[in-house]
């Protein structure tokens, strides 16, 4: 007997434009592994503010303290703060409200989703390590060329004539 087969599920619009754009943006494949982390906590937390029927318009604010990440993700306040960071100057999140102590009571910061990654450019690879790299490879394998810095008329040393 066959069996049913269920149609594929339906994803929100939201998931169809924002997160497939995002996954296939530099932005994103610019990211670490603890960033990505905090990235899908923190697209979760807004989705679920977004889907409150009480709140206000314009995009979602959400907290999403330390205590979280660590409870979620099992994340060093260290590594969560670089996450947040990176994830800040790619431009997927904004601080709306940054969190810390009054009068012994901790206030969590609020973030909100941002668009800038859309328009963000990966910084310039530095190559000048790889190129000396490659350099000394070439001389140890005995591969060495002449370089600009070698007279073009005196005649390299290894095509001297001994027979005269």
């Known amino acids: 007997m066959a069996r049913k087969k269920n149609p594929p599920h339906k994803l929100s619009w939201y998931a169809r434009i924002f997160i497939f754009d995002m996954v296939a943006s530099p932005a994103y494949r610019h990211l670490s592994k603890s960033e990505t982390d905090v990235l899908t906590v923190a697209i979760a937390k807004s989705d679920a503010v977004a889907a409150e029927k009480d709140r206000k318009q314009g995009r979602p604010l959400f907290a999403f303290p330390f205590s979280e990440a660590e409870r979620l993700l099992s994340m060093h306040p260290q590594l969560f703060k670089n996450a947040i960071e990176g994830l800040k100057s790619k431009g997927f ?64 040393a290894s095509c001297s004539d001994t027979r005269q």
């Open 93 to 156: 999140i904004g601080v709306v409200r940054p969190g810390g102590t009054a009068n012994g009571d901790g206030i969590p910061s609020l973030y909100q989703m941002q668009d800038a990654w859309r328009t963000w450019k990966a910084p310039p690879k530095d190559t000048a390590n790889i190129e000396k790299a490659r350099a000394a490879k070439r001389v140890k394998v005995g591969q060495v060329t002449a370089s600009p810095a070698v007279d073009e008329e005196a005649p390299p």
